[in-house]
């Protein structure tokens, strides 16, 4: 027979990557922000890492099922605050999703997606089926369909979408019969071809088939993923230094200490530099898949295949769209990106993560 | 016997989820391979044909018009030696020798514009003659970096007359730009440094254009990507009369002061003069320092709106103040009558009228007409500083009156309590003497005395006095209309309200001391004052003081006086007494005024038909 132990240790790999990661968004956000208007965004980017910091320290010390417990309440004040922006949000870069408070701003969809995954994790953890039929997801459906419309309408599609992996993360994990999957792919296709000819509107849609032929609309839409592809490629093998890309210094690129900040980075570091940093995302997301499989029960391996599924989503959608492979969605790349509020939620799953795996089993 | 976990059954679904990860981001890995090691030399020679060339255009900034239409602040070309500072083909000291600059003139400039992207060009040389666009235009084929561009700026047609309402632009500076209250500026922009060109910079700036243009390695135009238009700013429509402000300019003369002239009925600043001015033209675009240095030297500070940004004693002008109190807390009536015998003693101190002789027996009437101290001295003592100073407050003293300009100063209405957290010091007795006749501490503005006069002009409405009439879109739509605001009212009943302003009248058509304003076919009512610089005896002769130390001369009114339609209050530093220069001045004004309206009528009948 063997023994069980539940271990209160602090798993320091993981949260040095999240870290290196960090600091490496930090560095890159000077670089291209250093002799613009925005120069101090970096130092901003400090702050919230500092806090992010702060978030994992404490999260790391809760029992991850406390949190778990309020995540209803949670869930009930985003959508709260998602409903009162509609109402009342100023416009900002098109879409309502800012609260200000002073020189803080946030984003409640970005921490939406933390309270998420806890409370779609209560649930099925709580449902204690070992498989889950189709009538099992009709409720969780609902609690996406939520803030997923919700975040939609301001419109901020990027952001809503984000919530979809960590729905079918949660639920493909928590065992949801091979048949009732089929048949979603199915109905997944035909959505598809239904939204396309009815509900996607023009800019949505010229994303798309931007995506399918940048070459085509070169000026337009186009334009940044042609630029950046020719960001990456100049890189070379070792890049072109720290601080000398000339396509990023010479603002080509837009957005790039946002959503196209990995151009960046690909064009002063090279193949090199890529491959360094994909390791160190595939590592991250690979031990929060890892915690997931030692959790202590069901509650901690949904909410860490959530997270993982959320992480991993980003990651690809955005590495994949500054190469071209996937379409300008406006997904920031996870811990890297300029931005507060998704920097300090990722944070804070991180903690949440973190004090799954220092309660996890061993066995000896 | 194998050990079961509570999660063992989802250890399958878990392994698909990582497999699927790896062949991601193998995927992604390939990608990245076949763009930078592949296709990298490719895609590096294309980086380097491919570079892009982002030209900010300046907006056009709004138009200003005053209350007629007529345009008082417009835009025209300046030409402008600019350098583009990546790939530098020459050196700093070839350009410089090229320009007739000096090296370190050119490195100062680079250096202040350090934190805008380096593709914007550097001003180097601003609104340079067009005979040099010339001589300069076709050499410049073998100077790669430089270029001429056009920029509009400002021209102010009414130069120095209007300067203090409009303000002008100039560069923004570091601090401005650390302030936030100029959005979406980076160095090199033109703000609005002061006045209107301040207070409304975000409506009249307008919005940059960008041409975004693919150039080679030489800096030639390969293709345009993206060209967005500047949008000029919105134009504003003044309440300003500019043919009546330069009138009054022209009238006011060599005089150091100023003069506001209002509707008392709305609130709108029909003129407002400051003097010394300044040309605008002179000293607004890129490089305005040494000229701005000069004036910020002048004697006088020509740079500053003295109707707004200075305050000054009131002088006799307060005893309308403290006639208004003493009516309304019932402490005298129109029949209340003391002797002036030229001086009384209060609290063992002896204060002067300034009729040496004495004026004899005054009442309100009387003593307003003739601004008899004695009188005042009494009456003010009667209801005392805290009454004095709440009433004060009330017509709208001790606050800024908010009007549509920048750094309004609030001036200063003294009492017991502010003496002692201010000074540390008690309320003397004495000074509430000093007091009501407007000396002492209490400092007002012109433009605070202006909407107080236009008060009891209008029956009692503190009116908020505004410069900014509209503000409309490019193609003519109105945005914004502004209506006259009432600030408060002054809590004084029609019948008090009548006794001061029939004193008014007697002040300038019945032998007072503001007879000087008397107009032809027109009744004017107003209050002289002479506000001592230094406490000396009232009676020393002003001519043998050094000009700094002689009294200021105040004069403020409203005509017609059946049907106000006009406020004037005029301020001459240093020019003697009230009665002699200012009162007369008003005088002048007026009858211009008057004639200008009537001309304005006439021309208005003749159009009809």
């Given amino acids: 027979m063997k023994i069980k132990l539940e271990r209160r240790e602090f798993y320091y790999p993981m949260l040095i990557m999240t870290v290196a990661i960090t600091l490496l968004g930090i560095a890159f956000i000077y670089s291209t922000t250093h002799d613009s208007a925005y120069s101090d965004l970096f130092i901003r980017q400090i702050f919230w890492m500092l806090f992010g910091l702060a978030a994992i320290y404490f999260l790391n010390r809760i029992d991850y099922s406390v949190v778990a417990r309020y995540s209803p309440i949670f869930y009930l004040a985003i959508i709260v605050m998602l409903v009162f922006l509609l109402m009342v949000g100023q416009l900002i870069g098109g879409a309502k999703s800012w609260f200000y408070f002073r020189w803080i701003s946030l984003q409640p969809s970005e921490f939406g997606k933390i309270v998420f995954i806890l409370f779609l994790s209560k649930h099925i953890a709580e449902l204690g089926k070992a498989q889950l039929s189709f009538k099992d997801i009709i409720k969780p459906s609902v609690y ?16 809503a979408i984000t919530y979809i992996p960590i729905f079918f993360g949660i639920i493909f994990v928590g065992r949801l019969r091979l048949r009732v999957i089929i048949s979603l792919l199915l109905l997944f296709l035909i959505g598809v071809f239904f939204s396309w000819s009815y509900v996607l509107k023009p800019y949505q849609k010229q994303r798309i088939t931007t995506f399918l032929e940048p070459e085509k609309n070169k000026k337009e839409a186009g334009y940044q993923i042609y630029q950046s592809k020719i960001a990456i490629g100049s890189g070379g093998v070792w890049g072109k230094g720290y601080l000398k890309g000339t396509q990023s210094q010479l603002k080509f690129v837009p957005e790039q200490h946002t959503d196209f900040i990995f151009s960046v980075l690909a064009e002063e570091t090279g193949f090199v530099g890529v491959l360094a940093t994909l390791g160190l995302y595939l590592g991250l997301i690979i031990s929060f898949l890892n915690t997931a499989a030692t959790a202590r029960d069901k509650l901690g391996l949904l909410i860490a295949t959530g997270f993982a599924s959320l992480f991993a989503f980003h990651f690809l959608i955005n590495v994949g769209m500054v190469v071209g492979l996937m379409p300008t969605t406006g997904i920031p790349l996870p811990l890297f990106s300029y931005g507060g509020s998704s920097l300090l939620s990722f944070y804070i799953g991180i903690g949440i993560i973190l004090s799954i795996r220092s309660r996890r089993f061993v066995y000896l | 016997m194998r050990f079961k976990t509570p999660v063992e059954i989802y250890q399958t679904r878990l392994k698909f989820i990582k497999i699927f990860l790896i062949l991601m981001f193998i995927g992604l890995v390939i990608r990245y391979w076949q763009l930078q090691v592949m296709r990298g030399p490719e895609y590096f020679i294309l980086s380097e044909q491919n570079r892009i060339r982002i030209t900010t255009m300046p907006a056009p900034r709004g138009l200003v018009l005053d209350r007629n239409g007529a345009i008082i602040t417009k835009n025209r070309p300046a030409y402008n030696v600019v350098l583009y500072r990546y790939q530098l083909t020459e050196s700093i000291s070839d350009i410089a020798k090229f320009l007739n600059l000096t090296p370190e003139q050119i490195k100062e400039r680079v250096n202040k514009y350090s934190n805008v992207p380096i593709s914007e060009p550097v001003v180097l040389k601003f609104d340079i003659p067009f005979e040099e666009v010339a001589l300069l235009k076709p050499r410049l084929i073998d100077h790669t970096n430089l270029d001429i561009s056009v920029e509009p700026i400002r021209f102010y047609p009414f130069g120095d007359k209007l300067v203090h309402v409009l303000g002008y632009t100039s560069e923004i500076s570091e601090m401005e730009i650390g302030s936030g209250y100029f959005s979406e500026t980076t160095s090199g922009d033109l703000i609005g440094k002061t006045g209107i ?3 409304f910079d975000k409506y009249l700036k307008g919005e940059k254009g960008e041409i975004t243009d693919v150039v080679d390695n030489l800096g030639r135009k390969v293709e345009n990507l993206l060209t967005r238009e500047p949008k000029s700013g919105k134009t504003l429509a003044l309440t300003i009369d500019s043919e009546l402000q ?61 109707s707004i940004q200075n305050t000054y004693s009131p002088g006799s002008m307060f005893k309308l103040v403290i006639a208004l109190s003493a009516l309304q807390e019932n402490k005298i009536n129109e029949d209340t009558t003391y002797n002036c015998s030229g001086i009384q003693y209060f609290f063992r101190d002896p204060f002067r009228c300034n009729k040496a002789s004495g ?66 010091e008690p309320w003397y007795a004495g000074e509430t003497i000093s007091v009501s006749i407007g000396q002492g501490a209490v400092q007002i503005t012109l433009v605070q005395q202006a909407a107080f006069i236009s008060a009891i002009a209008n029956g009692g409405k503190l009116l908020q006095p505004f410069i900014t009439k509209e503000i409309k879109s490019t193609d003519g739509k109105i945005l914004y209309s502004a209506k006259p605001k009432i600030r408060g009212l002054l809590g004084i009943s029609p019948e008090n309200l009548d006794k001061v302003k029939r004193g008014m009248w007697g002040v300038v058509n019945d032998y007072g001391t503001g007879w000087g304003a008397k107009i032809f076919g027109k009744e004017v009512a107003g209050k002289t004052g002479t506000a001592q610089v230094i406490k000396k005896d009232v009676s020393a002769s002003q001519k043998d003081l050094p000009w700094e130390f002689r009294n200021h001369s105040w004069f403020s009114c409203f005509a017609p006086f059946d049907n106000p339609e006009i406020v004037l209050v005029i301020l001459a530093e240093h020019a003697g007494d009230g009665s002699v220069v200012a009162a007369p001045l008003a005088g002048k004004i007026l009858r211009e005024y008057f004639k200008m309206q009537e001309a304005r009528a006439e021309k208005e009948v003749a159009d009809e038909n």
């Avoid at chain 2, 009238?251 to 040309?279: C, H, K, W």
């Fill in chain 2, 197 to 199: 060109e301040k207070k």
């Fill in chain 2, 246 to 306: 330069s009138k009054i300019y022209e009238l006011f003369g060599e005089n150091v002061g100023a003069v506001v002239a209002m509707r008392p009925d709305t609130g709108e600043i029909l003129a407002m003069v400051s003097n010394p001015a300044y040309d605008p033209n002179l000293i607004q675009g890129h490089f305005p320092e040494e000229k701005w240095r000069e004036l910020m030297n002048a004697e006088n500070d020509p740079l500053q709106n003295r």
């Fill in chain 1, 144 to 159: 996406l369909a939520l803030p997923l419309g919700l975040i939609a309408l301001q419109p901020d599609l990027g952001s």
């Fill in chain 2, 359 to 424: 004026h004899g027996k005054m009442d309100l009437y009387d003593a307003l007409r003739l601004s008899c101290n004695i009188f005042f001295y009494n009456v003010g003592n009667k209801v005392g500083i805290e009454k004095i100073s709440a009433y004060a407050k009330r017509f709208g003293f001790n606050s800024r009156t908010d009007i549509d300009l920048v750094e309004e100063k609030k001036g200063l209405i003294p009492d017991p309590e502010w003496k002692k957290y201010h000074l540390k």
